[in-house]
């Protein structure tokens, strides 16, 4: 059984930063993409930022040149680098890994920026 366990979420101030991070454990098989997703209250999840089994990014408009996601293979950790923080950052940050088979999804983090 595959587990995702996020961490990193905060209150922090308009402009400031947050480094999440999501920790996979469990027999992982073929992972082809891993990502970060949000949810803001009232709103559909959508996709902030996305790394390929060969290291090409994806990133949403609205967070480009101010997140960062990067992946340790050795460890299965997933990292987003947020810096320069907006209110309209807030939400629930949730981890996402797809494999040839399955898609997992981590219990979320509470990111909040304050004005």
């Known amino acids: 059984q595959v587990q995702l366990v996020e961490s990193g979420g905060g209150l922090v101030q308009a402009g400031g930063s947050l480094r999440l991070s999501c920790a996979a454990s469990?027999?992982?098989?073929?992972?082809?993409?891993m990502g970060w997703y949000r949810q803001a209250p009232g709103k559909q999840r959508e996709l902030v930022a996305a790394i390929r089994s060969g290291s090409s990014t994806d990133y949403a408009d609205s967070v480009k040149g101010r997140f960062t996601i990067s992946r340790d293979n050795a460890n299965n950790t997933l990292f987003l680098q947020m810096n320069s923080l907006k209110p309209e950052d807030t939400g629930v940050y949730y981890c996402q890994l797809r494999t040839v088979a399955r898609i997992y999804w981590g219990q979320g983090t509470q990111v909040t920026v304050s004005s």
């Open positions: 469990g027999t992982i098989f073929r992972i082809t993409v």
